[in-house]
Nanobody
Framework: QVQLVESGGGLVQPGGSLRLSCAASGIILSISVMGWYRQAPGKERELVATITSSGGTNYADSVKGRFTIFRENTKNPLYLQMNSLKPEDTAVYYC??????????WGQGTQVTVSS
């Protein structure tokens, strides 16, 4: 089992930057994929970016070239650097951890609001 705690959200103007962090505790060595998802009001939760245990990354088309997912060491903490933010990036951002067994865990989310 793993616990995930996100931080770093807030209010930023269009074109600005934010860095989200996800601190994981518990059994983290066997996590196969970690990622960031987001959910805007009235919309379904969608994938933003993922990173595998070997470092492979995947991004939603809408954030490619603007967002970067990375981590300081093998698993923890996980970051999402968000540059050139747009109003349509406004959402609650969630950290996710997936295990080879198929189980996955979610953090509580952090609000990102892009507005002038």
């Amino acid at each position: 089992q793993v616990q995930l705690v996100e931080s770093g959200g807030g209010l930023v103007q269009p074109g600005g930057s934010l860095r989200l962090s996800c601190a994981a505790s518990g059994i983290i060595l066997s996590i196969s994929v970690m990622g960031w998802y987001r959910q805007a009001p009235g919309k379904e939760r969608e994938l933003v970016a993922t990173i595998t245990s070997s470092g492979g990354t995947n991004y939603a088309d809408s954030v490619k070239g603007r967002f970067t997912i990375f981590r300081e060491n093998t698993k923890n903490p996980l970051y999402l650097q968000m540059n050139s933010l747009k109003p349509e990036d406004t959402a609650v951002y969630y950290c996710n951890a997936k295990y080879p067994s198929g189980f996955d865990y979610w953090g509580q989310g952090t609000q990102v609001t892009v507005s002038s």
